[in-house]
């Protein structure tokens, strides 16, 4: 299964790199980049920072009860996005549950149920702007109903998991239920793992907490936005504040599709595809838009990754086999083949 999601975001990534370079001419690129406005990319700074901030205030929140210090939250966070960068499928994120189980008193599973939470805050945000969104943009038929297709079950899967979280006894014992057939290793482990994720998910009853995780999710990722405008003028292309918005949330849940590490292809191709020139006249030249995904590929990815390295050095991590938690571990195929792990 693993190899077969390898190859699969091979040809994905090949596919989508066809279709980014389809008509590109790359002297008007060269130029492009020659005639960047520097000042735009320098301002990408500020909402980098408070992007970040905000981030690991609240993964704190999320590892509630637990005590975790900040700093040790913004290390890990960046020693994810080298290795959501380097490996396969995500595979950053379990190195980043790892690397904060291994210095603190808290299980694996529990700092990745917080990482999973953290996700689902991060795509029902999304989806709650791209519906308020939708009805401004001259957009395919077909991309808006699957953005309500694709929301709407992601917002499903949230409530069963809180009434499943309210209703503690009950959903233990459906769960129980539907692994009986499985062998009973493989029940402990599931059900370890659903245990901690209702724990987990249990954190947003309380009323105080909640209210804390959407007042830091909504304003996290509206100052994101500002990075991805702030690029487009870079490279002298107008996309105002809705259009950013929209060019976010494509480029972020694009990042979910199986591809090579660092999203190559589709990264560029995803913010192609939705900055069309039914949007604006300007962005009818690809060249321009082709730059503009170059520049907020790199600009989005080459801070943290070497932020992400620096942190993986000064921890002496490296490509190894994680060590066997003393809590019920995740489920195998959480815990891939090749993770990070301390060296000897």
Not at 49 to 55: E, H, N
Not at 130 to 139: E, H, S
Not at 234 to 253: D, K, R, T
Not at 269 to 285: E, H, K, R, S
Request: some cysteine; hydrophobic content about 55%.
């Amino acid at each position: 299964m693993k190899y077969l999601k390898i190859f699969a975001g091979l040809i994905i990534s090949g596919v989508s790199l066809w279709y980014s370079l389809q008509g590109i001419r790359f002297d008007k690129v060269g130029e492009a980049l020659g005639s960047l406005n520097w000042w735009w990319i320098v301002l990408t700074t500020f909402p980098f920072i408070f992007v970040i901030w905000i981030k690991i205030w609240r993964w704190q929140y999320l590892l509630h009860p637990d005590k975790v210090s900040l700093h040790r939250l913004y290390s890990s966070l960046m020693i994810s996005y080298l290795w959501n960068t380097v490996l396969p499928a995500r595979l950053g994120e379990v190195v980043r549950a790892y690397a904060v189980a291994r210095t603190e008193k808290i299980g694996t599973v529990k700092v990745f149920s917080s990482i999973l939470l953290e996700k689902i805050l991060d795509i029902i945000t999304m989806f709650v702007f791209l519906v308020l969104l939708l009805p401004f943009l001259t957009i395919d038929d077909a991309l808006k109903t699957g953005a309500i297709i694709f929301g709407s079950l992601m917002i499903t899967a949230f409530v069963v998991c809180l009434v499943m979280a309210w209703r503690r006894r009950e959903a233990e014992a459906v769960i129980k239920f539907f692994l009986k057939p499985l062998p009973q290793k493989w029940q402990v482990k599931l059900f370890g793992f659903a245990v901690e994720i209702l724990d987990t998910v249990g954190i947003l009853l309380n009323p105080r907490i909640s209210l804390i995780l959407w007042a830091q999710t909504l304003p996290l990722w509206v100052v994101n936005v500002f990075i991805y405008t702030f690029v487009a003028y870079a490279v002298g292309l107008p996309m105002p504040f809705e259009v950013g918005l929209m060019v976010m949330i494509a480029s972020n849940l694009g990042m979910a599709v199986p591809s090579t590490p660092g999203y190559i292809g589709t990264f560029e191709a995803v913010i192609i595809a939705v900055m069309p020139a039914t949007l604006n006249a300007a962005y009818g030249n690809r060249d321009l838009v082709f730059t503009y995904a170059l520049m907020e590929h790199v600009v989005g990815f080459l801070p943290v990754v070497l932020l992400g390295a620096y942190y993986t050095w000064r921890e002496g991590l490296s490509l190894g086999k994680v060590e066997k938690p003393t809590e019920t571990p995740a489920p195998a195929e959480l815990t891939p083949v090749a993770v990070v792990a301390e060296k000897k």
